[in-house]
């Protein structure tokens, strides 16, 4: 078997071991968020949550963008949405930065087959990138979760799914925040993109991805797929909206939010931000 040959079977293996998975660890009593009689019936209704502040350069904007685009295209995506339960998810995507800076590039829409994931991956790729000021990933899931409330939508799970370069550095408190939405009975999922390394003076942090384990995921089968090369976007975009679908986590289990203490402080990037400019004393 070649290569291309033997890539094609390993990922249609995992596919597969995802929804038998699903299938047995499917919630008995989903809540739902919309329930006005004409709310469409899907397998999961998805907010996906961009990070555009300024940490992130054109570049990994670019790639961020293609990334999306390209996994609700993949054949890996179409086979998982085709094995849900009504073979259609709902999703929205907007970007964010500041605790004020959010903005709805698509609203919600109907993926149940290539034509309408075409449609929403060609709405992700024409609106023109843009940058912001600050990083308020608490700000970003407040403008998420009543999202959900009319949607249109009726979905099995609901889910939110954070992809930033960060930690949260102003706006509300991420952890108590994250409680909140984790209490609305949402999913939140991560994506930590961790290309840069942190320096004196910089707002990085060495351990994004512990910080999004221990301080922002959440719910059923949350999960964390950090990005650490430029090269991953398409893989780890395309693996996470995958496993959203299917409701599971990778096989390699992270430890769920809240479940103890946190092995990073949740205020980290309060800190890192009072200590190069000044302001609030945060613990």
Same mark, same amino acid.
């Given at each position: 078997?070649g290569?291309?040959?033997?890539?094609?079977?390993?990922?249609?293996?995992?596919?597969?071991?995802?929804?038998?998975?699903?299938?047995?660890?499917?919630?008995?009593?989903?809540?739902? %968020?919309?329930? #006005?009689?004409?709310?469409?019936? @899907?397998?999961?209704?998805? &907010? *996906? !949550?961009?990070? +555009?502040?300024?940490?992130?350069?054109?570049?990994?904007?670019?790639?961020?963008?293609?990334?999306?685009?390209?996994?609700?295209?993949?054949?890996?995506?179409?086979?998982?949405?085709?094995?849900?339960?009504?073979?259609?998810?709902a999703?929205?995507?907007?970007?964010w930065?500041?605790?004020?800076?959010?903005?709805?590039?698509?609203?919600?829409?109907?993926?149940?087959?290539?034509?309408?994931?075409d449609?929403?991956?060609?709405?992700?790729?024409?609106?023109?990138?843009?940058?912001?000021?600050?990083?308020?990933?608490?700000?970003?899931?407040?403008?998420?979760?009543?999202?959900?409330?009319?949607?249109g939508?009726?979905?099995?799970?609901?889910?939110?799914?954070?992809?930033?370069?960060? %930690?949260?550095? #102003?706006?509300?408190?991420?952890? @108590?925040?994250?409680?909140? &939405? *984790? !209490?609305?009975? +949402?999913?939140?999922n991560?994506?930590?993109?961790?290309?840069?390394?942190?320096?004196?003076?910089?707002?990085?942090?060495?351990?994004?991805?512990?910080?999004?384990?221990?301080?922002?995921?959440?719910?059923?089968?949350?999960?964390?797929?950090?990005?650490?090369?430029?090269?991953?976007?398409?893989?780890?975009?395309?693996?996470?909206?995958?496993?959203?679908?299917?409701?599971?986590?990778?096989?390699?289990?992270?430890?769920?939010?809240?479940?103890?203490?946190?092995?990073?402080?949740?205020?980290?990037?309060?800190?890192?931000?009072?200590?190069?400019w000044?302001?609030?004393?945060?613990?």
């Open positions: 078997m290569r291309r040959g033997l890539h094609k079977t390993i990922a249609g293996m995992v596919v597969a071991a995802a929804f038998a998975a699903a299938a047995l660890a499917a919630p008995a009593l989903p809540r739902f %968020a919309d329930k #006005s009689p004409n709310a469409i019936p @899907v397998d999961v209704e998805l &907010v *996906l !949550a961009v990070d +555009i502040s300024y940490s992130m350069d054109p570049e990994e904007q670019a790639l961020q963008r293609e990334g999306y685009a390209r996994a609700l295209t993949s054949r890996e995506f179409l086979t998982a949405l085709r094995e849900g339960a009504h073979g259609k998810i999703v929205t995507y907007f970007e930065a500041g605790p004020n800076i959010q903005n709805i590039i698509v609203p919600w829409r109907l993926i149940e087959g290539p034509e309408s994931a449609a929403v991956a060609a709405e992700i790729a024409r609106i023109p990138l843009r940058r912001a000021s600050r990083t308020s990933i608490a700000g970003a899931l407040q403008f998420a979760k009543p999202l959900f409330d009319n949607s939508y009726r979905g099995v799970r609901r889910v939110i799914d954070v992809s930033g370069d960060g %930690a949260n550095n #102003s706006g509300p408190l991420v952890a @108590v925040t994250r409680d909140e &939405v *984790l !209490a609305a009975g +949402i999913t939140i991560g994506l930590p993109i961790m290309l840069k390394r942190s320096f004196t003076g910089t707002l990085d942090i060495d351990q994004l991805d512990i910080y999004y384990e221990d301080c922002v995921i959440g719910g059923p089968g949350a999960f964390v797929i950090p990005i650490r090369e430029r090269d991953q976007f398409i893989t780890a975009t395309r693996t996470k909206l995958v496993l959203e679908i299917a409701g599971r986590q990778p096989e390699a289990r992270v430890v769920p939010a809240s479940a103890r203490a946190p092995r990073i402080s949740c205020t980290i990037g309060e800190r890192l931000w009072q200590e190069r000044g302001g609030h004393d945060f613990r």
